[in-house]
């Protein structure tokens, strides 16, 4: 009795399982899912689309910014050049001041060396003489004082190196046509006119350089 109560339990379980496992497979309602898809897709539209919009206002913020940065930066460097030009000028005008007061005496030693060399030269005995008791020993002077120009702009004090050499140059070449002249040599008569020849070069670039920073600064002389 018990083995058939058994063998029915077991028979009646398995036909329910096999009747389970015989159901349809349950359908989803279709207008539902694509409801809910086209909720989840404008959603992710709608978060798409602020995302984007904070993108846009992170980038107008950023490009702000750089906008502001390079207005402050040229504002900042056009100060700066309009500081520089006046510092020029005023180092330029102080610089061709101290020439200015310095050029009369160098356009007396020149001239006084001119009256005795060239066309107008007489003989080596009055050239000697000019040359030993005045020109030498007062552009001597005159280099000391030229040296002692100096600014506290780098574009001066580079423009006064060209002088200086230039009267150095032309110092030395006084010095040596001395030497010629007690000794009656050629070569140093050549050797000296060479020097007078560079330092005429230098100062010719002296003077071309004064010219431009003159236009630059606006500073006449």
Known sequence: MKKLLIYLFVLTLASALTACNSLPTPQVKEPEKQEDTQKSKDQTNEETNIDKEEVVVEEE?????KDTTNNT??????????????????????????IMLLAP?????????GSVSGNNYVNDSI???????????SYNEFVIALEGISSDNEIINDLHAIYVEAATIQLGAFTVMITALEEQSRDLVEMANQGLSEASSLITEWQAQVQILSVQTGVSF
């Open 61 to 65: 913020e950023v490009e702000d910014e």
């Open 105 to 113: 005496e160098e356009i007396r030693i020149i001239e006084a060396y």
């Open 73 to 98: 930066t040229d504002n900042q460097n056009k100060d700066n050049t309009t500081t520089e030009n006046d510092d020029l000028a005023l180092a330029f005008q102080a610089y061709i001041d101290e």
């Open 127 to 137: 050239m000697y003489d000019e040359l030993y008791y005045n020109v030498v020993p």
